[in-house]
Each structure stands twice: as C-alpha cells, then as structure tokens.
C-alpha cells in the first residue's frame, strides 16, 4: 500500500471524513512512479493567498462535498512567498497544505515563475520580456519575463528550490506544475545572443547555415553568426522563421528544466514533473518540450461554449501524444471562459461529457479552473465552482455527479490507456513550414489535419496522434496529413514501417522541404517518392472546387495536386474532374502496395463526404474495426485497456439518446444507460472482458 493510501485509510480511521467514494478506492499498486496515489484525480485550481484563512477550512469542505480529491495551488502567489528579495515566508503555504491534507487532498504545487512579483522587475527591469518591435513589458499582468534572461532563471531556480526542499516528501504533494502556460517568446538582447549560440551549435559555421538558407536570396548573405536578426515575423528567409520557432522551442524547454533540474534531487521520486500547456499552440515543439517531463499535462477549454467534440478529442489526442503515456487535464471551465468574444456557456450535461472525453482519450486527472471569483482581478467573469458568496455555482451537482462517478470507475480505469490501431503524425515543422507560406489563405493547417482526422476517428473509435519520430509499429495504418517537412531519418523510419507491412497514407503537401525549410531537389513526396513510384508533378491553390471521381467520389477544394505515377505498379484510385483546367483527368489518390504494406498518396483537400469514404476504405484496407458497430455520430467511442482489463466509454454528445449496439462480452459498469441507449449527454461506461 502506497503512502497515499495508508494516509487517507488512517484520516478515515480517524474521522476525518475521505470522501466516501475516494476511500472506498483500492489504489493498486501501480508499475508506475507515482504508485500512490488514486487512479483518477479530480479537483480544482485553489488559491489560499487569496482568502481570508478564516475561510479555508470552509472551502475545502465544500470541496470535499463536490467529491473533489486533488487541489491545485501556489501557481502565481510568488510576491506572497517571496514578498521582498531573499525572505521567504511559506508558513502560510505550509497550513494551506496542512488544511488541504486534514481534508484528504492530494496536492499539486505551482511554481509561481509565471508572475514575477514587482520588488522583482522593478529593481531588475532586464529581465521583462521585450516584444518583437522592442517595447518592453511592465508589472501587472503575467509572463512578462524573458525566457532567456540568466538572472531570471536564477530567481526561478531559487524559488523552485525553497519550495523542493520543503514540499519535495510531502506524501500529499503528488505532483508539481513548471510554470504555467509558457509560450511568449523574448526578443531582448540576452535573446538575441541565445539566437546566435542556437544558430552556431545548430549549423556549426556560418557558411552552412548561408547554404541551408540560400542566402544568396536578396543578398542575405551573412559573414558571422552575430548578423542575423532576430525575428518571428515579417518578410524574412523562412529558414530564418522555421529556425526562430527550433531556438523558442529550445529555449522554452531549457527554461521549464532549468527548474526541473533544481527540483528533481530534492522531490520524491513517486511525484510527477510536468508543465501545462494551451490547445494547438504553435508557439513550440511540444513533443521536445516533454521529452524530460514525467507527464503531459494541458488546459481544455472550449471557448465558444459549442463543443465540437471531435476537433476537441484531437486536441487530447496529441497531448497523450506528447509521451504517448496518460496525461492530467489540469484545467478545464466549470461552465464557461472569459477571454472569447462572446463567453457562451457549456449547456446543461456537457461538462461533465468534457470530463469523460478527457478520461476516454487517456486523462488521468480532471481539475477544474477555478474554485470562487476573487472580488478583484482579471479574470472575475470566468466560470468557477462558487459564486463570488462563497455559495455553489448552479454548475456544482453537475461537477460532483462527475467527480463522484470519475471516483467509482477509478478502479477500473486504473492502469488502463486509450487504444487504437490508427496514428496520425503531427508535425510542428510542417505546421509551422505551412503557416509560413500557406499559398492559399484558408490553408489552416489544423484545421487540415482535423478534416483527416474526423472520419478516422468517427470510424476507428481510437486513434493516437504522435510525433514522426515515434515507433509506429503497433499500429496497422499511419495517417500524416501534411507532412510537409520531412527529414531524411523520418523518411527512412516510414519506409522500414511500409516494408513491414504497415500502411501509410500521405495527404497534400507531403515530403516537400527539409527541416531548414528548404525544398527537397526531388518533387514530392521528396525522400518518399521512389517508394511510392510517383511524384507531384505540380501543385494547385484552388478559388473553386473541382470534382473527384473513382474509388471514392466528390470534391476537393483549397488545395489539389496532380500527381504522375513513375513505377508501373501504381494503382490510380481517384482522379479529378477540372473541365478545361490543368487537372482534368490527371490522378488525385494514387497507391503502391509494397509487400503486405502500402504507401497511398492523398493530392488534394477533400470536402468531409468525400474524406469519409476515403476513411472507410483505408480503415478497411488495414484491417482495422470499430469496437461498435453502427454509431451514431453523436455518440463518441472510447475504449481503454490495460492491466488484463477492457473498458468501453460512451459519450453522448447529441441532444436526444442514442441506441448503442454493446459489443459482444459487454457488462454495463455505470452511468446513463437504459433501454439499450446513452441518455443526450450522458455517459456510460462499461467492462469489455480481459485485455488481449
Ligand atoms: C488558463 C490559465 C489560468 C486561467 C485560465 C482561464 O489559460 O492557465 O491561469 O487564466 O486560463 O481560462
């Protein structure tokens, strides 16, 4: 028995009042890091600083009630740990911590880097953050510091360390979050010299860096490292705009494990480092970003208040992604956000459906943001638990039905991961190469990528979006959309999985340039071309859609590429239909079997019937089935599995109820089932037998 558990079975011995559902939680030993603790977390951002302490215990037993057994908290109080250089006061910290476990908490700690107090940029104002037209940051607002500022580093590292060294073997801090939301790049002059150092380790000299960029180009030519400009935008080289996004990406992680590095030998071992991170940011490469973290770890929120739960479930695709490991959902709206243009919320049911999502996709954690509205502040309109009385918000019987259940399944979701027999490749190289020099406005490069993944997932009920580099041999067919940057060793790792006998699928503006953005010499899908036995023989930005005729049939707009097939074993699957256009007739889908595998090229943006088809059809071709059959596409279909168990997880979307066709070996486990159907927006989940 974990730490954890002896701690929360002795507080109930005790009378202290575990929530009786956490309590009643077996917390199996787990082969993992963090063996003790409950297999799902659920909870709230809490900020003590921010409340009388009268208030506390008030609080924590509310939140207690709502069936919460994680708080988060520290994340931006660093003027009152720190009030004036060099004096730290945690004793506040200390008793919040102390309530929070006399409460039967978990507790995850913030490091507050992302709200450096004022004594701090007053007295050294070289370490705000300077924009990319030079104007510097001020006091008041967040993430107003260079990422690449040392002194600042070293006052992150100091704080990081007091609060290692005094929270690092409390049994109830089970986790630590680096930062929050990092993502502002700097363009001060420690910047500018960090830019150089990354340009010299990355090319070694500067006449290959001039040779990787083409420089000859406008007369770019630069004759030592300390000439190229910093920038982000503008009519720059894009080598120069693709490598300002490798040195942010490089500078973010070395800023987030500078702290890791000073935490590590003072924390427990069983306790998790990670960083939360937004929705689709383009900011950095986040697959790097995790490569030393324990965990992933993001805020979902949807901020419209219409969920597309497709789009949305992408999104929690890619972060399990980022390790290919469960990952926290560190924070998510009771309700609604602040910051939309219209702040719309969640209807009645859906956030407890995001909750579930969230699990279905490989959350091991749901954490709410934020517990009750501070009577000032910025963010004083956001969605919340409580009411600015101190009373529950009309969202609270929602959230503790959701936490109460999501504390029941936790022994089934216990060492349990999202499956799937279908990758999708996400690139932040070729998103990012893409943005650069979309061709076409509307070339959204997410938006691409969801118009594949839709169908995919709708089908398949489980897909994993991982990075190029991953082992995909666990998987019967890998789809990259736009894999527009494709490096030599990516292409040689996508080969060695067709000839395998892996599928692969290509879509538009594939295998085109290198990673210094350059163009490959042969025409695309570049290295990948003498295996598919074709190549683009050119590519066209589309104002009008043109049709798409063969093995699947309809339209394709934005974008259309005609592609010649070289070797004579190509098989044409679709062609287009452009009368009098340089696309009439020429192939848009082309494919080569190569041993038991395949390689199939998608040229154009398919409009989503048409995409479906093409989804059935590859589906069909890898051999990969649904686990149910016949889904409404309201109704989303998750199954997690792992350590000899199965589970199915069913979230209805829709407004009305669904049927649900159970599988064979199907035992309902919990939740809105009846009569053969999923309540509208209800969830159930059941037991699919032993694990394969
Ligand atoms: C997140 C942030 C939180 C809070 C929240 C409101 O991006 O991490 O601190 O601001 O947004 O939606």
């Not at 969801?450 to 666990?474: M, N, S, W």
């Not at 692969?504 to 695309?524: I, T």
Request: proline share 6%.
């Amino acid at each position: 028995m974990g730490l954890w558990a002896g701690r929360a079975l002795l507080a109930v011995a005790l009378g202290m009042g575990i929530p009786a559902a956490l309590a009643q939680t077996r917390f199996p030993e787990r082969a993992t890091a963090f063996a003790d603790k409950p297999a799902v977390a659920v909870g709230v951002a809490w900020y003590p600083e921010q409340w009388p302490e009268e208030r506390w215990e008030t609080d924590l037993r509310l939140m207690r009630e709502t069936g919460f057994n994680t708080v988060r908290i520290a994340e931006f109080a660093w003027s009152r740990m720190e009030p004036e250089e060099g004096r730290f006061d945690f004793a506040w910290l200390d008793r919040a911590i102390a309530a929070a476990k006399r409460h039967g908490m978990m507790v995850v700690i913030g490091t507050p880097t992302a709200a450096p107090p004022a004594w701090l940029t007053q007295k050294y104002p070289e370490v705000l953050r300077v924009d990319e037209n030079g104007a510097r940051a001020g006091h008041g607002g967040r993430r107003h510091f260079s990422f690449a500022s040392a002194r600042y580093r070293d006052f992150c590292r100091q704080i990081a360390t007091e609060l290692a060294k005094r929270y690092g073997h409390d049994p109830a801090v089970v986790g630590w979050q680096i930062d929050n939301e990092v993502g502002p790049p700097s363009f001060d002059e420690e910047s500018v010299a960090a830019w150089h150092a990354f340009l010299q380790k990355r090319y070694g000299t500067v006449d290959e860096l001039n040779r990787r960029w083409t420089t000859e180009y406008w007369s770019q030519h630069y004759n030592s490292f300390d000439q190229v400009p910093l920038h982000a935008t503008g009519q720059q080289n894009p080598g120069l705009l693709l490598d300002f996004k490798h040195f942010v990406s490089a500078t973010w992680t070395d800023y987030v494990q500078n702290q890791v590095r000073a935490m590590r030998p003072l924390i427990d071992a069983r306790a998790f480092i990670t960083t939360n991170t937004m929705f689709w940011n383009a900011g950095f490469d986040h697959f790097q970003m995790h490569q030393d973290l324990d965990l992933a770890a993001w805020d979902n929120y949807i901020q419209e208040g219409r969920p597309d739960w497709v789009a949305n479930g992408a999104n929690h695709d890619l972060v399990r992604g980022y390790k290919q490991h469960n990952f926290w959902l560190m924070e998510t709206q009771p309700g609604r956000v602040d910051w939309a243009p219209v702040n719309r919320a969640l209807d009645p049911g859906q956030v407890r459906e995001m909750a579930w999502q969230a699990v279905a996709h490989g959350a091991d954690a749901v954490l709410y943001w934020q517990w009750r509205p501070t009577a000032n502040g910025q963010e004083t309109y956001h969605g919340a638990v409580l009411g600015q009385d101190g009373q529950p918000n009309p969202i609270q019987p929602e959230i503790a039905h959701t936490a109460t259940d999501l504390t029941r399944a936790a022994p089934l979701l216990a060492d349990t991961a999202p499956a799937a027999d279908v990758a999708m490749l996400f690139s932040y190289d070729s998103r990012w190469a893409i943005d650069l020099q979309r061709h076409h406005k509307d070339f959204d490069p997410i938006k691409a990528f969801t118009d594949f993944y839709r169908p995919l997932r709708v089908q398949a009920q489980g897909v994993h979006i991982v990075a190029p580099e991953a082992d995909l041999a666990r998987y019967r067919l890998v789809v990259a959309p736009n894999l527009m940057v494709l490096t030599e060793p990516q292409a040689k790792a996508l080969e060695a999985y067709v000839r395998a006998g892996g599928h692969l699928v290509l879509g538009p503006r594939s295998g085109m340039r290198d990673d210094a953005d350059a163009l490959w010499p042969q025409r695309q899908p570049g290295p990948l071309s003498n295996l598919l036995g074709a190549r683009v023989a050119q590519y066209y930005a589309l104002d009008e859609s043109v049709g798409i005729t063969g093995a699947v049939s309809g339209k394709a707009a934005i974008w259309a590429e005609d592609i010649t097939p070289v070797a004579r074993d190509v098989q044409v699957l679709a062609t287009y239909t452009d009368k009098g256009g340089w696309l009439d007739g020429k192939p848009a889908i082309v494919t080569r079997k190569v041993g038991r595998g395949s390689i199939t090229y998608v040229g154009a943006w398919l409009d989503p019937a048409t995409m479906a088809q093409l989804a059935t059809s590859l589906l069909a071709d890898a051999g990969v089935t649904p686990t149910v059959a016949g889904a409404d596409p309201d109704l989303e279909i998750g199954v997690r599995a792992g350590g000899g168990k199965r589970l199915l997880i069913a979230i209805n979307h829709g407004k009305t109820a669904h049927a649900l066709a159970l599988p064979a070996g199907a035992t309902p486990a919990g939740g809105d089932w009846a009569d053969g159907q999923v309540a509208a927006h209800g969830v159930a989940w059941f037991t699919l037998g032993r694990d394969k």
